[in-house]
């Protein structure tokens, strides 16, 4: 999606190997918002992708960073732990409007910038076999929600206000805003 706004970017993995512990609990603490939840570890994750960089001995660049969520009613519904986890969220958000929280973070040498975009996301009814064959296909794993916009989930969606591209995971929109403001060169 950067490259779509001619970003010129490294990607800077966290955890390399797998058998390390993750680096950010993804996780909301008690009492915290949603909306707070989202912006909270876009921050975390651009700082520690900063200190990576820094440990890892690096040309300092910008790092960016960004979290989606799905909230229906308040709550974060994450990303599904399996089948059936993903089936109760699809069920969940047919037939029903929703919010997708994607917030980002840019962290530089002196500060971190934040933007939020919140976008309200509508799904046709969606009867019990589309969501198994849905499930079936893999696609809804790993994915906040239990879906992908830019996927065959696509057809579950009857509106949608607010950005796509932040319903995908990174408002460019916003993206190329924040990057503007620090002097970092977009299209």
Same mark, same amino acid.
């Given at each position: +999606?950067?490259?779509?706004?001619?970003?010129?970017f490294h990607e800077l993995r966290l955890?390399?190997?797998?058998?390390? $512990?993750?680096?950010?609990?993804? /996780?909301?603490?008690? /009492?915290?918002?949603?909306?707070?939840?989202?912006?909270?570890?876009?921050?975390?994750?651009?700082?520690?992708?900063?200190?990576? +960089? !820094? +440990? /890892?001995? !690096?040309?300092?660049? $910008?790092?960016?960073?960004?979290?989606?969520?799905?909230?229906?009613?308040?709550?974060?519904?994450?990303? $599904?732990?399996?089948? /059936?986890?993903?089936? =109760?969220?699809?069920?969940?958000?047919?037939?029903?409007?929703?919010?997708?929280?994607?917030?980002?973070?840019?962290?530089?040498?002196?500060?971190?910038?934040? =933007?939020?975009?919140?976008?309200?996301?509508?799904?046709r009814e969606l009867a019990r076999d589309?969501?198994?064959?849905?499930?079936?296909?893999?696609?809804?794993?790993?994915?906040?929600?239990?879906?992908?916009?830019?996927?065959?989930?696509?057809?579950?969606?009857?509106?949608?206000?607010?950005?796509?591209? =932040?319903? +995908?995971? !990174? $408002?460019?929109?916003?993206?190329?805003?924040?990057?503007?403001?620090?002097?970092?060169?977009? !299209?």
């Amino acid at each position: +999606m950067l490259r779509q706004i001619g970003v010129d970017f490294h990607e800077l993995r966290l955890r390399e190997a797998s058998s390390r $512990p993750i680096d950010i609990v993804e /996780r909301a603490n008690a /009492r915290e918002t949603a909306l707070a939840y989202v912006q909270r570890i876009s921050r975390t994750k651009a700082a520690v992708g900063w200190d990576c +960089m !820094l +440990m /890892r001995r !690096l040309p300092q660049k $910008p790092v960016l960073a960004a979290d989606t969520e799905v909230v229906l009613e308040g709550k974060v519904l994450g990303k $599904p732990t399996d089948a /059936r986890h993903a089936a =109760a969220m699809l069920e969940a958000l047919s037939g029903r409007t929703h919010e997708v929280a994607t917030a980002i973070a840019v962290r530089g040498a002196d500060d971190t910038l934040t =933007a939020l975009s919140i976008s309200q996301v509508s799904f046709r009814e969606l009867a019990r076999d589309e969501i198994e064959r849905y499930i079936a296909s893999g696609e809804s794993f790993d994915k906040a929600g239990a879906y992908a916009i830019q996927g065959r989930a696509a057809m579950f969606v009857s509106r949608i206000e607010g950005s796509y591209s =932040a319903v +995908m995971g !990174l $408002p460019l929109y916003e993206t190329a805003q924040i990057l503007g403001q620090i002097g970092y060169p977009v !299209l």
